[in-house]
């Protein structure tokens, strides 16, 4: 199994909701990212997590918070966006520091 | 800060070789090449990385320069499936610095 999944591919939600997102891989990689991604712009990063535990977070807003309940799942718990968060959300793996796997992103809007 | 930089965007004729350039001329000795590409909003694929010498895999070869300043991604014969937004990345320990991208357009 050489992918990295994600759920739900789109989502649509308000202001006032609270919802998350979900990544999962099963090729043993204990990196595991968050990237946010406008249109026509390259992917930013969020945060990253090494061995389960947080090592780097990009001053990302309180309003995302992401989970690491073990080395195969990453989520990132959303709660009242801005309409500017609308944007693809993409989660990526790797070995220590080798090539990223990206999953296909989750589409997100804020209403 | 752009740690790379590319030209937005370029065609090439179906069949024949693309070529990509990126300059990164602040990379450090021990910081890698890697690029990716991204088709239509997916989830960005590997192509190929390196970090001084000349490398080539199945789906291309990829140029650095001596001094390391500069890259250049060949696709040897580009299909319309070619048709991406290309990104040339320096890894900096375990983190991606994404270029701006090239959109490369497979003309038929």
């Known amino acids: 199994d050489t992918e990295v999944t994600q759920t739900p591919k789109h989502l649509v939600m308000g202001m006032t909701n609270k919802k998350s997102l979900k990544c999962e891989q099963h090729?043993?990689?204990?990196?595991m990212y968050w990237y946010k991604q406008k249109a026509k712009k390259p992917p930013e990063l969020m945060f990253v997590y090494s061995y389960e535990k947080l090592s780097i977070n990009e001053s990302v807003p309180s309003r995302f918070s992401p989970e690491c309940p073990n080395s195969s799942l990453l989520n990132l718990h959303l709660h009242a966006l801005q309409p500017e968060d609308s944007a693809l959300y993409l989660c990526?793996?790797?070995?220590?520091?080798?090539?990223?796997?990206f999953g296909p992103g989750t589409r997100l809007t804020v209403l | 800060d752009a740690k790379t930089t590319q030209p937005p965007s370029m065609d090439c004729a179906e069949g024949r070789a693309a070529n990509l350039p990126c300059n990164h001329s602040?990379?450090?000795?021990?910081?890698?090449v890697y690029w990716y590409r991204q088709i239509h909003s997916q989830g960005p694929q590997y192509i190929i990385h390196?970090?001084?010498n000349n490398e080539t895999n199945e789906m291309a070869s990829l140029i650095i320069t001596e001094d390391r300043k500069s890259s250049t991604l060949i696709l040897p014969h580009a299909t319309l499936r070619d048709t991406a937004v290309y990104y040339c990345?320096?890894?900096?320990?375990?983190?991606?610095?994404f270029g701006t991208g090239t959109s490369l357009t497979v003309i038929p």
């Open positions: 090729m043993g990689h204990r990196a």
């Open positions: 990526a793996s790797s070995q220590g520091w080798n090539e990223q796997f």
């Open positions: 602040t990379i450090s000795g021990n910081e890698y």
């Open positions: 390196g970090l001084k």
């Open positions: 990345i320096v890894r900096v320990g375990n983190q991606f610095y």
